[in-house]
């Protein structure tokens, strides 16, 4: 049997309110497979885009053990989850998260020239063309529409190549034509790069497009069922 590319094992997360400390997480546990396209769904405040952060060692779990590509990220430093996270995931936000003071192709190029690879511009190229912006590689994202920088967004995820790509909420900020054309391109992306994607989403028609779904409430796996659309 293929081992997972993500085990969480009873992970919770607590964090510090103004009533004191509040429970995100409460003991959450499961396995994402190679080339699995996983959604987390549940209401606002249920602990998805926290789960998030958490499996992207944005934010370290309170307790319990995460482990990646074989990795135990439970006991890394930030410096020791940053290198593993540029080496191994992409990670698209839904407030895009560009640098200003940098052109489309810089802020696509970023990641290759912090990992230091010769051709990364090049690549950078590559994927602003396969996002459709091939044109745009010298405007900044105040020169661009939320769904240009979106774009720009899903090439720099995966412009490394990832083998984990996660992406929270990434159509939130657009209206739904938009939104739509960027979820096409995220799925092909995937399906070119072959990584494992993990989608927070509260749109049932995106949780439909998965393998499988999560859905979360109160901090607590709800329910974890093959998507209708995958059966």
């Known amino acids: 049997m293929t081992d997972p590319v993500m085990r ?76 593993f996270r540029r080496d191994n995931m992409g990670v698209v936000f839904q407030s895009f998260h560009l ?14 020239e912090l ?13 602003l063309e396969a996002v459709g912006l091939g044109d745009r590689g010298n405007h900044y994202p105040s020169q661009m529409s939320g769904g240009e920088q979106q774009r720009v967004a899903l090439a720099r995820a995966v412009v490394g190549r990832p083998k984990i790509l996660l992406a929270d909420e990434p159509t939130g900020n657009l209206d739904a034509a938009t939104g739509e054309l960027v979820m096409d391109l995220l799925f092909d992306l995937r399906d070119r790069t072959g990584a494992t994607l993990i989608l927070v989403t ?18 607590l796996v709800l329910s974890d069922n093959v998507a209708v659309a995958a059966q």
């Not at 009533?19 to 249920?46: P, R």
């Not at 010769?118 to 994927?127: I, K, L, M, S």
């Not at 509260?202 to 901090?219: F, M, P």
């Open 202 to 219: 509260h749109a049932s028609e995106l949780a439909a497009r998965c393998d499988r779904v999560i859905q979360l409430r109160d901090g």
């Open 99 to 112: 640098i200003p003071t940098m052109t489309a192709l810089e802020n696509v190029a970023l990641p290759l």
């Open 8 to 83: 969480l094992k009873d992970l919770t997360l607590s964090l510090d309110g103004n009533a004191g400390m509040v429970e995100i997480l409460k003991g959450i546990s499961f396995d994402v497979m190679q080339g699995e396209t996983l959604g987390l769904t549940g209401a606002s405040g249920s602990g998805k885009s926290s789960l998030l952060m958490v499996m992207g060692g944005l934010e370290r779990a309170s307790s319990g053990l995460i482990s990646a590509l074989g990795h135990d990220l439970t006991p890394m430093g930030e410096d020791a989850l940053a290198r």
């Open 115 to 127: 990992a230091g690879e010769a051709d990364a511009f090049g690549r950078a190229a590559t994927e």
